[in-house]
């Protein structure tokens, strides 16, 4: 049966660099992991959404009717559209 090579004794250096190999490795594993979002939080995300949505569509439906909302004119779609954009640039976060 033929023998096996024997290796060679690892050098200082490389010896060095393994250990910090493994002491990165083991920092790694201490990692501090997220925890879950709060129901506050995904009510907020949520909300803003939703929010954004009726802006809109009450500025469609009754816009003309409402003094406040008829006198932003177009600005509606940029005070909906960022109450959206608000609530899916939260879900980026969310855990």
């Known amino acids: 049966m033929p023998k096996s090579k024997v290796r060679k004794k690892v050098a200082s250096s490389t010896a060095r660099t393994a250990a910090e190999a493994n002491a990165a490795s083991a920092a790694a594993a201490r990692a501090h992991v997220?925890?879950?979002?709060?129901?506050?939080?995904?009510?907020?995300?949520?909300?803003?959404?939703?929010?954004?949505?009726?802006?809109?569509?009450?500025?469609?439906?009754?816009?003309?009717?409402?003094?406040?909302?008829?006198?932003?004119?177009?600005?509606?779609?940029?005070?909906?559209?960022?109450?959206?954009?608000?609530?899916l640039l939260m879900t980026m976060r969310w855990r």
């Not at 879950?36 to 939080?41: D, E, R, T, V």
């Not at 009450?58 to 409402?66: C, E, F, K, P, T």
């Not at 008829?70 to 109450?83: K, P, T």
């Open 34 to 87: 997220a925890a879950p979002s709060s129901p506050f939080y995904i009510g907020v995300m949520l909300g803003l959404m939703v929010l954004g949505l009726l802006w809109l569509v009450v500025y469609y439906l009754w816009g003309s009717s409402i003094p406040f909302i008829a006198g932003l004119g177009n600005w509606n779609f940029a005070i909906g559209f960022v109450l959206m954009i608000s609530g």
